[in-house]
Nanobody
Framework: QVQLVESGGGLVQAGGSLRLSCAAS????????MAWYRQAPGKQRELVAS???????NYADSVKGRFTISRDNAENTVYLHVSSLKPEDTAVYYC????????????????WGQGTKVTVSS
């Protein structure tokens, strides 16, 4: 199995920044795409940003120019640098990874972390 653990969330004032981290561990064979999602209270989970194993990135329109996703393939870690934060960025941020394990190297599935909460005060 693959475990994802997020960290770096917290309370920040509007205009501030944070760096979220997500470390993958377990019997990993390969990780393809990794992504950050968020879910605000009373709303559906939405994709914030994604990154392929080659480093190609994609962002939601609402965060373009403010958020940056990156990854360290050697450490199986994905980061999300969030800046110019707005109160509407308040949400639980979840990490996901499309990965396979050593016992089934060509069988890929989605894995999710437990989330890290980001609260932006006005």
């Amino acid at each position: 199995q693959v475990q994802l653990v997020e960290s770096g969330g917290g309370l920040v004032q509007a205009g501030g920044s944070l760096r979220l981290s997500c470390a993958a561990s377990g019997s990993i064979f390969r990780i393809n795409a990794m992504a950050w999602y968020r879910q605000a209270p009373g709303k559906q989970r939405e994709l914030v940003a994604s990154i392929t194993s080659a480093g190609s990135t994609n962002y939601a329109d609402s965060v373009k120019g403010r958020f940056t996703i990156s990854r360290d393939n050697a450490e199986n870690t994905v980061y999300l640098h969030v800046s110019s934060l707005k109160p509407e960025d308040t949400a639980v941020y979840y990490c996901s990874a499309v990965a396979s394990v050593v016992t089934a190297p060509i069988r890929f599935r989605d894995y999710w972390g437990q989330g890290t909460k980001v609260t932006v005060s006005s």
